[in-house]
Structures are given as structure tokens and as C-alpha cells.
């Protein structure tokens, strides 16, 4: 093929080109005609239907404020139908169901709560002012019905009651009887008794019953959410109070002044401090004890008056109970006192630690204080006491003579008195650390150390008494044998040591050497009849064989 062929074909081709091109320029222009004309047509559409669009969506929108205001009004109507039931209940009062009744007034408070934050409500003043006056009748009602249970439950409790509550070691049928001091017997609680004491079960006795202590809880809440805390602590304090003094009193509590303690007898005195000193300890382990827990258990989320409704419940009869140690510890002092002062003294360190924790709160704290100060003036009173009776024993000035110079009636009495003081030794030790830091073994040393010496002084000054000097060498040798004797027997011999002891039968056997001397020497002047009853004399002497007086020979 030649290039002038090549040539025409390519011409053709170009011109097939063109010439489609300009075909397709066409269809697009007419194809821009069409799609201008459907715009001009949508937009003309649009600008029809746009009225329609706006009312579709008013439509819409009252639709959906049409179904929230019938949501709210539904909320209303369910408020309003849920205060009616709850005012239905509320007039029928707590008697048939108090469960429902309390679960009304809750009912009630989330009306209020409600319709006070919802006070747009052309109804809401109406509506709180009814739920309001509802709610204060209710609440009323919930007080009276909190008086009435509390009462018709609280009883006081019987002694009998109390004491199967108390260990078997301290019920009255074992030890229930006071402690006659004198009686060489009798211990000491904290001595002989410390022990099993320590690891007694007391069971606390039941004021109110179980299942009523629940609804008196819900009662006191309902009061106390309502604003009425000071009427929930008037009817508490009042009625338990009183229930409480009741007990105390059905006990054999009675409140005593120094003076009417000074009139009595020392027997009643002294039955009646046995007594104290037991219900002291039912009081506090029992007693208040229980008041604690009940008071804690109804009053239980009510911490404001929880601890100071304890202590006005508790006030009177703890006063009551005090008042009578105080009494005894301001009386004229005897020596006979100091036993059943170290018992008082006992029991009271006894139950301190219980008595800090029972009265422990804020509330509480002039109890707790005049509880220790009880503790701390009966201590003061049996030391005075114990010093009282050191100076009265080396003063003794009784004109009681012994007329055989056997053991003199006041040697006996002393040494029984020291003998039944080791019975305290632990009682004795706590006393003495209450004034002096010093060791308490080597204070009750020096102390016992002291009474004998002053018994020994006051028995030189009587051996005086005695014409006779062989009389008065008798005299002083039967007496200090029998202290030498009755420390050996006793525990009085570990204290003061086998030094004391040594140095004592020294004495003994010094005043016998000496009556055997003036004996002899006196005999020499008179019959022989006289000299054989002499040299028999003297042979009792050596074998230890003394004239002693009935006390002392039942001793032995």
C-alpha cells in the first residue's frame, strides 16, 4: 500500500471522529437540557412539598410531647393512688399490721419528697400540705404506739430472776448469805474465789422479749427520721428509768446517809454492806449491763441519743447504789469496819473494768467518776482504818486483868485480826498502791511488823498491873508464846520471816528463865509445901506446857 492511501485512510478516520465527537457533544448537550429541566423540576418539588415537611414535624414533636406528658401524668396519678393507699393504712392505725404501717409513712415521705421537688404541678401545694398533715398524724400515732409497746414489755425484773443469772458460786443458796468477819472460815472473794470468778458466765437476763425488740428498733427510727428525737428520748428514758429503779429496789437497795448507817446495830450494819457489796455486782454485770444492750439494740443508728438515754435510764439507780458506800465510807470509823471495807473496796476494783466500759461514753462520765471516787475514798476509809486500829492496839487501856497471867483477851483478839487480814493479802497490796508506789510486799511486812509491836508495847504496859513479878514473867511469856504459836500456824510466818520467829521464842523462853527465877527465889521463903507446887511450875514451864486461856487452847 502506498502513502497516499495511507493517508486517505487516515483522513477517513479522522473525519469518523469528528464527526462522533460532534455527536456526542450533542446527546451531552441535549443530555444537560434534560438534567437542567429535572433540577428546575426538584427544586420546584421541593419547594411544594416543604410546607408539608413542616407539618409532618409539628405533628411529630406533639406526638412525642403527647406521650411525655401522659408518661408524667401517669407518675402523678401513680403518686397521688400510692398516697391514698398509704392514707388508708395510716387511718387504720399500727395496731392490725405495723409492718404495713411503717412501710405507709416511708410511702408518704417519698410523696412529700416528690411532689416537693415538683412544685410546677398547678396541685403540688394542695398535695404536700394533705401528705404533711397525714404524715404528722402518722407519726403521732407511731409515738403512742412506741409508748404502749415499750411499756406493756418493760417489767421489772425479779430477783430470783437476777440471781439464776449469776454464776452457781454466787447464788444465793451457796454464798448468797453476807460473810460474818471474825469467823475463821470465811475468805475472801479475791482470794479464794478470784479464780473461778474470773472465768464466770454471767447471763444477762432478758428485759424485753426477743421479738419485740425489732419493732421498737423500726418505731425509733421512724420517730427519729420524722424530727422527734427529743419525745423518743422522754418516753425511753421514762419508762425504762423507772423499771429500772424498780429492779434495784425490788433487790433490797435502799439509799442510806452516814447518818442512818451511824443509828444502826453493827449485826444489821453488817448484813446489809454483805448485801450491797452482792448487789452491786448484779447491778453492774447484770443490770446495767443489760440496759446497755437494749439500749444500743432499740436505739441502734440513733447515736445521738443512744449513749445519753443509757446514762439518764441509769443515772438514779447508780446514785441510789453509791450512796450507800459513800455512807459507810464518811461513818465513824471501828476497827471492826475494816473487813467489810476492804470487801467494798474488792468488789469495786472488781467490776472497774466493766463499769469503764458500760459508762464509758461522754454521757456517762460523772458515773464513771463518782464510781471511782467510791473506789478511792473506801481505800482512803480502810487505811485510816487499818491506822486507827495500829494506835488503838498499842493504847488498849482496858483494865481487864488476867488474873492466872494467862494470854490476855486483847492478844487474842489482835492475833485473829491479823490472821483473818492475810485472807486480803491481794485486797491489801492493790490499797497500799493506791497511796505509796513502793513494793507492796515489804508495806504489808512493815504494817504487821507494826501491830505486833504495838500489841507487844501495850502487853508490857499491862504485865505492869501485877504485884506479883513472877505473875508478870508468866504473864509475858504466855501471851508472846501464843503470838509465836498462831504466826507459826498461820501466813503471817512467811511475811514476817523465821528471823521474827526466832527472835521471838528467844523472848518467850527469856520471860521463862526470868518467872523461874523470881519463882524460886520466892518459894525459898515459904513451907516446903510451897517449894514442891514451885518446882512443879517450873517443870510445865520447861516442857512448853503453858497456862493459857480458853481462847487459845482452842486454837490449838
Not at 410523696?111 to 415538683?118: E, L, R, T, W, Y
Not at 479464794?192 to 432478758?206: D, F, M, R, W
Not at 435502799?254 to 453493827?266: A, F, G, I
Request: hydrophobic fraction near 40%.
Amino acid at each position: 500500500m502506498g502513502v497516499p492511501q495511507t493517508m486517505e485512510a487516515l483522513r477517513e478516520r479522522a473525519d469518523f471522529i469528528k464527526e462522533s465527537l460532534q455527536k456526542s457533544q450533542i446527546i451531552t448537550d441535549n443530555m444537560a437540557t434534560i438534567l437542567g429541566s429535572f433540577d428546575h423540576r426538584l427544586s420546584a418539588l421541593e419547594t411544594a412539598m416543604r410546607p408539608t415537611q413542616i407539618r409532618t414535624h409539628s405533628i411529630r414533636r406533639a406526638h412525642e410531647n403527647i406521650d411525655k406528658t401522659l408518661k408524667a401524668a401517669e407518675v402523678i396519678l401513680s403518686q397521688f393512688d400510692l398516697t391514698r393507699k398509704a392514707e388508708a393504712k395510716i387511718l387504720r392505725g399500727p395496731h392490725e399490721d405495723l409492718e404495713s404501717y411503717l412501710e405507709a409513712i416511708d410511702q408518704l415521705r417519698s410523696n412529700v419528697k416528690f411532689f416537693s421537688s415538683n412544685k410546677s404541678f398547678k396541685s403540688s401545694d394542695g398535695v404536700l400540705n394533705h401528705a404533711n398533715q397525714l404524715l404528722a398524724k402518722a407519726i403521732s400515732k407511731l409515738e403512742e404506739e412506741f409508748r404502749q409497746l415499750l411499756t406493756n414489755y418493760s417489767k421489772p425484773v425479779e430477783p430470783d430472776r437476777l440471781f439464776e443469772c449469776l454464776p452457781n458460786s454466787l447464788r444465793p443458796s451457796s454464798s448468797g448469805s453476807p460473810r460474818k468477819h471474825g469467823d475463821d472460815n470465811s475468805k475472801s472473794p479475791t482470794e479464794h474465789q478470784g479464780k473461778s470468778l474470773e472465768n464466770a458466765v454471767y447471763t444477762l437476763p432478758t428485759l424485753i422479749p426477743p421479738r419485740v425488740i425489732p419493732l421498737l428498733h423500726d418505731l425509733a427510727q421512724q420517730m427519729a427520721q420524722a424530727g422527734h428525737q427529743q419525745q423518743l428520748f422522754r418516753i425511753y428514758r421514762d419508762t425504762r428509768a423507772s423499771v429500772l429503779e424498780q429492779s434495784v429496789r425490788k433487790l433490797g437497795v435502799e439509799r442510806l446517809s452516814k447518818d442512818d448507817v451511824q443509828k444502826m446495830q453493827w449485826e444489821v450494819l453488817e448484813a446489809k454492806i454483805g448485801n450491797w457489796i452482792h448487789y452491786m455486782r448484779i447491778a453492774v454485770k447484770l443490770l446495767f449491763a443489760g440496759e446497755k444492750k437494749l439500749c444500743d439494740q432499740i436505739l441502734d443508728g440513733v447515736d445521738s441519743l443512744r449513749d445519753q438515754c443509757f446514762a439518764e435510764v441509769t443515772v438514779n439507780s447508780v446514785s441510789v447504789l453509791l450512796s450507800f458506800g459513800e455512807a459507810i465510807a464518811k461513818s465513824k470509823r471501828s476497827p471492826e469496819k475494816l473487813f467489810v471495807l476492804l470487801d467494798m473496796y474488792e468488789i469495786m476494783r472488781e467490776l472497774h473494768s466493766e463499769i469503764e466500759v458500760l459508762f464509758g461514753s461522754k454521757a456517762c462520765i460523772e458515773m464513771r467518776d463518782s464510781a471511782l471516787s467510791l473506789t478511792k475514798r473506801l481505800a482512803q476509809t480502810a487505811q485510816e482504818t487499818f491506822c486507827d486500829f495500829e494506835e488503838a492496839v498499842e493504847k488498849d487501856a482496858t483494865k481487864t486483868a488476867v488474873l492466872d497471867g494467862t494470854v490476855h483477851p486483847l492478844t487474842s483478839y489482835v492475833i485473829n485480826y491479823v490472821k483473818f487480814l492475810f485472807d486480803y493479802q491481794s485486797t491489801l497490796k492493790q490499797l497500799f498502791q493506791e497511796f505509796d508506789a513502793s513494793d507492796p510486799d515489804s508495806q504489808l511486812t512493815s504494817v504487821t511488823t507494826r501491830i505486833m509491836q504495838a500489841l507487844q508495847n501495850n502487853l508490857d504496859g499491862k504485865s505492869k498491873q501485877y504485884k506479883d513479878p513472877a505473875l508478870t514473867q508468866l504473864f509475858l511469856m504466855n501471851n508472846i508464846h501464843y503470838i509465836v504459836r498462831s504466826v507459826r500456824r498461820s501466813e503471817a510466818k512467811d511475811l514476817l520471816g523465821d528471823d521474827w520467829v526466832q527472835i521471838h521464842r528467844r523472848i518467850v523462853q527469856q520471860h521463862a528463865n526470868q518467872y523461874k527465877r523470881v519463882s524460886w527465889a520466892k518459894m525459898c521463903r515459904f513451907c516446903s509445901v510451897s517449894l514442891f507446887r514451885v518446882v512443879d511450875q517450873a517443870a510445865v514451864v520447861e516442857s512448853e506446857v503453858m497456862v493459857v486461856p480458853v481462847e487459845f487452847q482452842e486454837q490449838q
